[in-house]
């Protein structure tokens, strides 16, 4: 059996060498507002909850940076697109600041300046045949009567607010924009921004703050879906919704640590997928039971985690028309024990399990991920056998470094391998993946990190008033990769030494190394 995985595992990393993605796989770059706009107070504007949270308590980032200024996409459309135009992307990802559109948070008043500005931008980029993939909510959410909120705007914003400015930017750009996301990462939303509180708005209400605000939104994009069938299908676009993924590896190959990995899954993950792609709809089965009983136990006169009615669950059912997936990387789960310090109740708490990053795993410059491409491969098998094979696009994948450095050897190597496991994924397993979307175009504000951790193809000169863009040698290797259809690992730009002759030789030898050892596996258990 060991012998056969070796051989397969051989052929495939010969054979993979020449997938090629599919004609009809579109490959785009992604941004969100806060992070590049800049442009804080342009005109009418109003005040979005990152906006507050960093003028009224700068340590809450970092190095005590802001958005205000950023990459000043605001005033460089034009060099914007064009630098998409040369990576020669199909789409660009970028989000819509719902308090430049809606500066008091709802459609009494529409600014007209922050609507011709995405007029602008959607219009230089349809003329240079590069699709808009517009997100209404980028982080930026309201779940509850509060006055603090993630990219949005200051004034108190309910439910039916946020649905009314879907609906309304659905009239403004519909006719152009046939590609829309609802919200973006609803975990990091609710959990971070309404649990643990290291994003904006801040709040520290674990076990039930992350679970109401997640509760919320998904009831938000259901309306949201349903408002643009019911009032403007005519457009003939679609609508996803964005949820970030971490695969759960298994620590060992016990049962416990595979039920433990499954449950990490299901509750990070299945929480804001199951209620929509599930045959039963609502949430997985195991977070209800496990939050449920807990909250009895810890003297909760009722569950801390929400219910939907039946005609929720029902208006959930199916209401996504693809399935945007944002992944970065993997974790190591087992079965928590009474050692792994968690506060109680949370949702870490809830879920009975423990993950966290192998060292052995090459670390980038978050602390929250690390460099394990197969994770790609086995998240994206997982959607396929629980939901059905449902289309994903990957909306997110991408790699930090310190600095913007130009020569950036390791995120090649990352956008190398990870390409590699989705071709596997799409070949060999028949994963329904049609999209692949790289964070980010230009290094740019990381939120609570601030300008520390910079993920783009290009770097962004921050001190320079013109905030110079420069490309990187991984913008001109995903070019190739979008020209050619294919990932060359002897790849090397003009102008660079290649980096990956080191890596290239390494994967040889240890090719030659593994059939030498299959070789003589082999004679040693036949002759
Ligand atoms: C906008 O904010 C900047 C600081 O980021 C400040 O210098 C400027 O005066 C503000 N402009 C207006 C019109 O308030
Ligand atoms: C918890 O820590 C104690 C003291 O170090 C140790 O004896 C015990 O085995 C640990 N329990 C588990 C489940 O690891
Ligand atoms: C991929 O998803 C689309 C949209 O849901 C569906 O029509 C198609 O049949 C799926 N393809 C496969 C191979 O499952
Ligand atoms: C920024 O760009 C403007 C317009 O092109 C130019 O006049 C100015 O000198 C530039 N500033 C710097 C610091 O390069």
């Not at 997938?19 to 579109?26: A, G, H, M, T």
């Not at 490959?27 to 806060?34: D, I, L, Q």
């Not at 049962?255 to 039963?280: C, K, T």
């Not at 790699?399 to 390791?410: A, H, K, L, Y």
């Amino acid at each position: 059996m060991k012998l056969l995985v070796l051989l397969l595992s051989i052929l495939s990393l010969t054979n993979s060498q020449e997938y090629s993605f599919p004609d009809d796989f579109l490959f785009g770059v992604a941004t969100a507002s806060y992070q590049v706009e800049g442009a804080w107070n342009e005109s009418d504007k109003g005040e979005n909850i990152w906006d507050h949270i960093t003028h009224v308590n700068p340590s809450f980032v970092i190095d005590e940076s802001n958005g205000d200024y950023a990459c000043d996409s605001f005033h460089r459309i034009a060099e914007d697109v064009q630098i998409l135009k040369d990576i020669g992307v199909n789409f660009y990802r970028f989000s819509l600041s719902w308090s430049r559109i809606l500066p008091t948070g709802h459609i009494n008043y529409v600014s007209d300046v922050g609507v011709e500005y995405y007029n602008n931008l959607i219009d230089e980029l349809i003329a240079n045949d590069i699709t808009p993939f517009v997100t209404i909510f980028h982080w930026d959410i309201t779940p509850f009567v509060t006055i603090f909120h993630w990219d949005l705007p200051q004034p108190l914003l309910e439910l039916g607010a946020r649905v009314d400015y879907a609906a309304k930017v659905f009239e403004l750009f519909g006719d152009r924009v046939k590609n829309w996301i609802t919200f973006n990462e609803p975990y990091q939303i609710c959990e971070q921004g309404y649990s643990i509180g290291d994003l904006a708005p801040g709040y520290t209400q674990q076990g039930i703050g992350g679970y109401l605000c997640g509760h919320t939104i998904l009831l938000a994009h259901a309306q949201a879906y349903q408002r643009y069938y019911s009032e403007f299908s005519e457009q003939g676009g679609r609508v996803g919704l964005v949820v970030h993924g971490v695969w759960g590896e298994p620590e060992t190959d016990s049962e416990e640590d595979a039920a433990a990995a499954e449950a990490f899954v299901q509750m990070f993950f299945g929480w804001f997928l199951h209620p929509i792609y599930s045959d039963d709809g609502d949430y997985p089965p195991i977070m209800k039971e496990q939050i449920d009983a807990l909250s009895a136990e810890q003297n909760f006169p009722r569950s801390r985690f929400p219910t939907f009615t039946e005609a929720q669950i029902e208006s959930l059912k199916g209401a996504s028309d693809f399935l945007g997936l944002n992944h970065y990387g993997a974790y190591l789960c087992r079965a928590a024990n009474e050692n792994d310090s968690t506060v109680i109740p949370s949702h870490w708490h809830d879920s009975g399990v423990y993950c966290y990053l192998s060292d052995e795993w090459e670390a980038s410059a978050s602390d929250w991920f690390s460099v394990t491409p197969w994770g790609l491969r086995s998240i994206l098998n997982w959607i396929k056998d629980a939901y059905g094979n449902p289309e994903v696009i990957v909306t997110e994948n991408g790699f930090t470094t310190t600095t913007g450095d130009v020569v950036d050897c390791r995120r090649v190597n990352y956008y190398n391998t990870y390409l590699q496991y989705l071709l596997e994924a799409i070949y060999e397993d028949e994963c329904n993946v049609t999209g692949y979307t790289a964070w980010s175009v230009m290094d740019n504000f990381e939120w609570q990190f601030g300008y520390t951790a910079k993920f783009g193809l290009y770097s962004v000169d921050f001190d320079d008033e013109n905030r110079t863009r420069t490309p990187k040698m991984s913008s001109y290797v995903y070019k190739n990769i979008i020209e050619t259809r294919q990932i060359d690992t002897t790849y090397t730009p003009d102008g660079f030494d290649s980096c990956d002759a080191d890596a290239a030789t390494a994967l040889t030898i240890s090719a030659l190394l593994i059939s030498i050892s299959v070789g003589l596996h082999f004679i040693a258990h036949y002759f």
